[in-house]
């Protein structure tokens, strides 16, 4: 039996947005899908490193590099952020109920083979380099995008 | 009922149950059977939705004391 193939698109900045992603890639994932995750523009920034990673930049990148959350957890709510307050409701709310948190979802993709892809161009656009991402992500632009999507099952832009 | 192997799911949030359930299968041999309990309320319809596409058998499925309980068979 050939392998079914779930494509999802993270555009989307926004930790609950990408909790939906994570959640439906993790699923996927366990339906024995092969699962990829095309990660652009603010969404990049699900796969950036917590910590500050000295590398040259120019003006312009640095303040969009301070102005963007770094890494997952950092990351504001699409609804209800309150100015940080919402995301730490949120987050306390979650750990009542088990749920994982993005970070944990992100880990339990890359355990679970999730292929995640970062989009060079965007990545341009936000000054964002290499090695200010998570190891273990792929660097690709539309075109490797279409081909992973052409032959998939289920295709979600978030 | 039988089985060769127990998953506590309980307390986990989706999509643990679903996540766990495929990891613990892996390590079994075809026609095996797991044994799952979990108590988010969404297993029911995952569990049979994920048997259902993936080949493998959900043989029994039931609810004790707010715990699901499903046997699948690994096909």
Known sequence: ?158 | MNSNKVLDAKGLACPMPIVKTKKALNELETGEVLEIHATDKGAKADLIAWSASTGNELIKHEEENGVLKFWIKKG
């Open chain 1, 1 to 158: 039996m050939e392998k079914k193939k779930t494509t999802i698109i993270l555009f989307s900045g926004d930790y609950d947005k990408a909790m939906a992603a994570y959640i439906i890639a993790n699923g996927a994932a366990a339906y024995d899908h092969e699962v990829v995750i095309f990660h652009t523009f603010w969404g990049l920034n699900a796969l950036r490193k917590d910590e500050n990673i000295e590398v040259k930049k120019t003006f312009m990148e640095k303040m969009l590099g301070k102005m963007m959350p770094r890494g997952a957890d950092k990351m504001g709510l699409s609804k209800m952020h309150f100015a940080g307050m919402g995301p730490k409701m949120i987050k306390d709310v979650m750990k009542k109920h088990n749920a994982m948190t993005l970070p944990q979802l992100i880990d339990m993709a890359q355990e679970q083979d999730v292929k995640l892809i970062a989009c060079t161009m965007t990545m341009d656009l936000l000054g964002l380099r290499q090695e200010e991402l998570l190891e273990k992500i792929e660097y690709a632009g539309v075109a490797a995008y279409l081909a992973d999507a052409e032959d998939g099952n289920v295709n979600l832009f978030i």
